[in-house]
DNA sequence: AATGAATGAGGGTTCATTCAT
DNA sequence: GATGAATGAACCCTCATTCAT
């Protein structure tokens, strides 16, 4: 029936929307499922009936976050600003950006799982690969990027740059969204330290 | 008497390298006092004798790591390499790029902790910042970083890529320690995705 | 409706046999309603709505299977064979020879549940103890069982039996079904460790 | 130190007997780690110290009472009573007689733990065939076991009685141990239903 | 100073059962 | 009558910590 199912749905985002806001806070280990449980107002047994264990429900988040993340940058790199704007959008992806959970995340839903890590890790060989590569032809299209920059190096700087800024997220939070700030180090991951000369 | 002190001192050695190795191999949560004290060949009361609960005891290892790393990066300042190979060693120092484990154990110490805090705080506001500025001001001097810049991006700039590499040591670790990669990430950090021009 | 009434009686023999194989194979409290519904491909609720708990579906299994005995015993005890071979039938009857589910089976079923308790009594004082004496009389008449002995003895006795038999499934259940160890074990029922003499 | 031993062991002993008693009186499955805590005075995590698991704590009840019944099986058979008597001994054992909880017992003991179930087949088929078979030989050597009878069918004919009886502890056990009905099944066991002739 | 033994609190998970449709 | 979804209670087990020696 509609009903049911449409409320069946509204209890799994609500599991989901609470396993995510609290990993975020607490960490993957710290969180228990009884904590998930009460935030998401549901008991403890219907997260086993929805995702089976603990490590289902952190795997089907793991999933949801990823490609929320994929999404995002491809709907970024689809507009018609200019490469430094995409850039900082992408880079600077606020709906990640939230403490170093993720790290553990991933590691969790990698450890006891082999599954998840070949899901993961064809996600990154494939889906994300493509997706930076766009982001730089984009760059070397428009005069941003060094054009004998090998892909392979570009894609490994920025992915550090995204990683680093999500591991700065303490350093950052308490900035307004639309600092200077973000825009000088933007204008570093182009022009380097040495900035723009000439 | 001399030989039980350093004896104490052995020990004291001792279940700190266990600590350490464990939090790196399985992360702070997932490693016991039971399992630190099993490495180190000594009692779990031992440990609580000495660092007296498992909080005490990442409150020392938290230390230990910083000061490592602090340092590390003065005796590199210290040396007379040019300012691009001191950069790179600084961001890329070994020691502590080996997991993800760092985050968490801040995280951990910082917690509940608030005298934790307050050291990591003072250590970030007075030790790093004095070092990181140090950095910039042998860059500027060297010409090799942009003199109007201000310390501030800069010094953020910098954090953010020791993070950034700190937490992609996934994709680091399987590479030679003199592959050339890490000169061309090195100097993307200098000239930035554009390149050197002219 | 008569293909309603047909269709839910099937579902309910469904069930039953479920239960049994997976009693047999799995013992009582290690089978859950889930998996006996998995196996029957039948709803859990369903099992409640015809048997309102599972000690109520434990009742009927317990019911039905003293029923199937006894009713072999009694076709057993019609035949015309001599008493050995009917003594051999009933003592080793095949259907409940399968592993020792049946002593946890009857303990669950009498545990909590003093009108099972004394279903299972009644049955024992009346049915079984009936067609216990019919054996007893049928040996005695043709020459098999002293006629001096205590019926009650006597019952006694075959009880052990086929409950040793019954507990010892795991020792005999790799024989061929022929074997002449069957034979055996039979003569020395009758005539005892000593054998039959002169 | 001894005290701190002597403790020890009273905890441990403390803690198997009340296991014991509970499995008898409840079952394997039904009885909770927490209950048998709760019997013995001690905290559950005690239990886990000493047996590691609910499967390592049944394993050394199995092993004890093992150990048990076939060290009382020996001192009898080194006794100096006539064949009969020994055999109403062993075969009615009073100290396992209790409930068929021993069925499950093993059954779990040998379900989850390769180990456990090389130990019981081991000492199925070394020290439990060696002491029945002295049995049957002192049987054959005071003329109350046929000669011509196999070891193998004599075994498996006492086993069954032992098993029997046993299972059939209810019946048995609101008779007073001195009791006719215990010569009269002896009694039976050696000269079968048939009875002594001439 | 060091230890073996013991523990309260809490974690993930399963189960028999009920509710709403 | 049948079902999918949801649940409270209970279970086995682990952990950081303390007690007695």
Chains 1, 2, 3, 4 share one sequence.
């Not at 795997?59 to 018609?80: F, H, P, Y």
């Amino acid at each position: 029936m509609d009903g049911s199912e449409r409320k069946k749905d509204r209890k799994r985002e609500s599991i989901l929307r609470a396993a995510v806001d609290l990993f975020k806070l607490y960490g993957f280990k710290k969180t228990s499922v009884s904590d998930i449980a009460r935030r998401a107002d549901v008991s403890q047994v219907t997260i086993y009936n929805h995702f089976g264990s603990k490590d289902g429900l952190v795997r089907e988040v793991v999933k949801a976050q990823l490609s929320g993340i994929l999404e995002r940058a491809r709907g970024i790199m689809a507009g018609e600003e200019p490469f430094p704007d995409k850039l900082e959008a992408i880079v600077f992806d606020k709906a990640q950006t939230a403490s170093q959970y993720h790290g553990e995340l991933m590691q969790a839903a990698a450890q006891n799982d082999p599954e998840m890590r070949e899901f993961i890790e064809s996600f990154w060989r494939t889906d994300v690969t493509r997706a930076t590569a766009d982001v730089i032809d984009a760059g070397k299209r428009e005069g941003y990027i060094n054009p004998q920059l090998s892909a392979e190096t570009a894609m490994l700087y920025l992915e550090i740059l995204r990683r680093g800024i999500f591991a700065s997220s303490d350093l950052l939070e308490d900035l307004p969204p639309d600092a200077d700030l973000y825009r000088e180090l933007n204008y570093l991951f182009i022009y380097g330290l040495i900035g723009r000369r000439g």
